[in-house]
């Protein structure tokens, strides 16, 4: 395991795969950047042209991604109090008052400083336990899978954002887009409502395309159209190279402790399937908050918060790895696509993928640990320049984007049923979406429900038809019984919370 670790790092630094990791890094610090443009819709663009690429440069190019676009998006959350992603509003709370105090600087740093404790740590926290939990899954019969599968979507109902029931609608909408097509174990179609192209069913590539790219576009091009400016004005921000380097002082006031706390919040949230950054970031700042020694100056502008919400934030990244390499289930909609990735290049996700395809996962564990490294030493190279990102016109960009995006849902497919598809799902999503329904849920079910159909099934089949079956394993048993608690406290519970604050 050691050997194989330290042999994915040494094809990490080849030239033309490391060259893959600076390329992804870039691109996903730009897509974090920009106001709209997450990690998340670069690697749905990235995914078509992954048919013509070495798998190992497509999953290190689509980590430095990871990595990198879910920093990048604090960077506009702090400046100009736009964040570039859902994990860098929780980063804002914080770092736009510091900017606004002339200590946008400090903001920076700390946020690139927490990315690279938190992603390091993170990795390693992956890499321990990630074989562990493989050899338990080994344990897991098709009872205990739909069981887990039960779980995880419980997990993302109650881990979107907004209502739990706009959530649970958002996710029995997508597991219903799943059974369109032929079924799985007989060979007959189904709901194509007597059109021949909706045999073919909703493929996984282009409803990623569509729920995510299409419907991002319409919906910042609104928001853009009437609450953004078109050229977001910074020229009158002027910062130093050296002002991006952390403070010796700064670090110890705020304390390992944090850090070390922070990041494993966030590798266990993201292990949570649909949890994501801004659920990793809100929970590693509440705790944070909790037990600070000045927890009145949260919300003020403070160097400790953002480095809770950055560690969780990024150690998010390797824990959102955990439940897709071991067991097959997407940790969050970036794994969701890598696991469009695996398909692409005939990786299958489990148990066995370890013994198997450890020359391709290796490289993955050493893109996410150096990707996180770079992250400091990006904004020292680039810090001053990053906020001119911000000055292009959304005009011309997303015409772009949207070009890109159908193009690409036909090369995945070579479907213009598919290209439909795609548009459709984009715009049911952006409208669903203006209604306040989250659209990761809607990507999961499409993903998780016809495994859970085909688990649950089978699992009849075994028992004559006795629901009982599910409660009479105890894996079974136990993935029930916490999807019942994580509904209660996770859900109700935290949204009582949320609503009192």
Request: aromatic share 10%; proline share 5%; with cysteine.
């Amino acid at each position: 395991m050691v050997e194989e670790i330290i042999l994915g790092f040494a094809t990490l630094f080849s030239l033309s795969v490391f060259l893959y990791l600076i390329i992804g890094f870039l691109v996903g610090l730009f897509f974090g950047i920009v106001p709209g443009l997450t990690g998340t819709l670069a690697i749905a663009l990235l995914l078509p042209i992954t048919f013509a690429m070495d798998p190992v440069n497509a999953l290190v190019m689509a980590m430095g991604i990871f990595v990198s676009g879910i920093y990048s998006g604090s960077i506009t959350g702090t400046v100009v109090n736009i964040p570039g992603t859902p994990g860098g509003a929780v980063t804002s709370i914080e770092g736009y008052p510091l900017m606004l105090k002339g200590r946008g600087a400090d903001a920076l740093t700390h946020g690139a400083f927490g990315s690279f404790i938190g992603g390091v740590g993170g990795v390693l926290i992956l890499m321990f336990f990630c074989p562990i939990i493989a050899k338990g899954a080994l344990m897991l019969h098709t009872i205990d899978r739909f069981s887990l599968i039960v779980l995880s979507l419980v997990a993302v109902c109650i881990a979107s954002k907004g209502s739990v029931a706009k959530g649970v609608i958002a996710t029995v909408i997508g597991i219903m887009l799943g059974t369109i097509g032929i079924d799985s174990q007989v060979p007959v179609a189904r709901f194509n409502y007597g059109f021949v192209s909706m045999t073919e069913g909703i493929e996984l590539l282009p409803a990623i395309i569509g729920i995510f790219a299409i419907s991002e576009l319409l919906f910042q091009i609104e928001i853009g159209l009437a609450k953004l400016p078109t050229i977001i004005d910074v020229k009158s921000i002027k910062f130093l190279r050296k002002d991006f380097i952390p403070k010796f002082l700064d670090i110890k006031s705020i304390g390992a402790k944090l850090y070390i706390k922070s990041t494993v919040i966030g590798n266990l949230v993201g292990a949570l399937p649909g949890a994501g950054a801004a659920m990793a970031g809100f929970i590693s700042y509440a705790e944070a908050k909790r037990s600070s020694k000045r927890p009145e100056d949260y919300g003020k502008g403070t160097i400790e918060g953002i480095a809770a919400v950055e560690s969780a934030n990024n150690s998010m990244c390797a824990g959102a790895m955990i439940p897709l390499l071991t067991i097959g289930i997407p940790g969050d909609a970036v794994t969701a696509m890598v696991l469009g990735m695996f398909k692409i290049q005939g990786i299958v996700p489990g148990p066995t993928l370890f013994a198997k395809s450890m020359h391709l996962i290796a490289p993955m564990y050493a893109a996410l640990m150096v990707g996180s490294i770079l992250i400091p030493i990006s904004l020292w190279l680039f810090g001053p320049y990053y906020l001119k990102m911000t000055q292009i016109r959304r005009s011309v960009l997303y015409p772009f984007i949207a070009l890109v995006a159908m193009i690409g849902a036909f090369s995945a497919t070579f479907s213009e049923f598919q290209m439909i598809v795609a548009l459709v799902l984009g715009i049911v999503t952006y409208l669903l979406r203006k209604q306040g329904f989250p659209s990761v849920p809607l990507l999961m079910g499409l993903i998780l429900g016809p495994m859970a159909e085909d688990y649950l099934r089978r699992a009849l089949m075994i028992s004559d038809g006795n629901f009982m079956i599910f409660f009479m394993r105890p894996f079974s048993l136990s993935f029930l019984i916490l999807a019942v608690i994580f509904a209660y406290f996770l859900g109700f519970k935290q949204r009582k919370v949320l609503e009192a604050m």
